[in-house]
């Protein structure tokens, strides 16, 4: 899988049509989905700052 790696997950960041903007994707280390996201950000590097966030709240309640 293609993406940035943060703390042991991959970061998937993608444009989708319908939203005219960025989601992502977070995967663990055996490439499983673990979250999506579900707002749309106007810039890749927003979308990739989310999913960070997203996964220091992902090991924060684990």
Known sequence: MIGEKYKNYTI????????FGFRFRIYNAENSLVYESSEAYFYDYNATKAAKEAIDDLEVSE
């Open 12 to 19: 998937n960041v993608y444009w989708r049509d319908s939203d």
